[in-house]
T-cell receptor
Framework: DQQVKQNSPSLSVQEGRISILNCDYT??????FLWYKKYPAEGPTFLIS?????DKNEDGRFTVFLNKSAKHLSLHIVPSQPGDSAVYFC??????????FGKGTRLSVIA | DTEVTQTPKHLVMGMTNKKSLKCEQH?????MYWYKQKAKKPPELMFV???????INESVPSRFSPECPNSSLLNLHLHALQPEDSALYLC?????????????FGPGTRLTVL
């Protein structure tokens, strides 16, 4: 049973436009959500997080939105740059349990 | 310093070899993790150490043996591996296991089992 779902395996966006990556979860106990970015043959890099008491967190070009009633979060990247091309993993946390990862979305930003 | 280091970067071993992967962090984190990642898949949790004690073993075969010599170091001892164990092995750390703690990942060790 997949508790964190990223239903789009890939996404292509033009440079300068907005990239929107989506993530859905099923476990209502999750209270902390994270996005990681991963280049091939490297470890994931922490990007941005949001706690369940917020609905938005912003860091530079990256904004994460959380809709608790829909159990949905999204990562917005604006403007998108070619260096943003990577696999993005959504992850969720609750209590003392380790992170639960989604399967990832491959973002390609086209110049 | 928000770095997790892993050695070696690449490792090729035969099925009869014994080798070890090493991980180090100096952020004062008390939780350390081993993950296995296959291509086009998310990281798959193997082991969790909390305050140098093994707290989670996700039913990993005994040919993988973790060790936490101190709060900064984490090893993964490998013995009699199978070709299907070839993957990227990632180490991560966080302040503690509990929520509201980001995990920081190392660059990984690319393991090939012949």
């Amino acid at each position: 049973d997949q508790q964190v779902k990223q239903n789009s395996p890939s996404l292509s966006v033009q440079e300068g436009r907005i990239s929107i990556l989506n993530c859905d979860y099923t476990n209502s106990m999750f209270d902390y959500f994270l996005w990681y970015k991963k280049y091939p043959a490297e470890g994931p890099t922490f990007l941005i997080s949001i706690s369940s008491i917020k609905d938005k967190n912003e860091d530079g070009r990256f904004t994460v939105f959380l809709n608790k009633s829909a159990k949905h979060l999204s990562l917005h990247i604006v403007p998108s740059q070619p260096g943003d091309s990577a696999v993005y993993f959504c992850a969720a946390h609750s209590g003392n349990t380790p992170l639960v990862f989604g399967k990832g979305t491959r973002l390609s930003v086209i110049a | 310093d928000t770095e997790v280091t892993q050695t070696p970067k690449h490792l090729v071993m035969g099925m009869t070899n014994k080798k070890s992967l090493k991980c180090e962090q100096h952020m004062g984190h008390r939780a350390m993790y081993w993950y296995k990642q296959k291509a086009k898949k998310p990281p798959e949790l193997m082991f969790v150490y909390s305050y140098e004690k093994l707290s989670i073993n996700e039913s990993v075969p005994s040919r993988f043996s973790p060790e936490c010599p101190n709060s900064s170091l984490l090893n993964l001892h490998l013995h009699a591996l199978q070709p299907e164990d070839s993957a990227l092995y990632l180490c991560a750390s966080s302040q503690v296991v509990a929520t509201y703690n980001e995990q920081f990942f190392g660059p990984g060790t690319r393991l090939t089992v012949l």
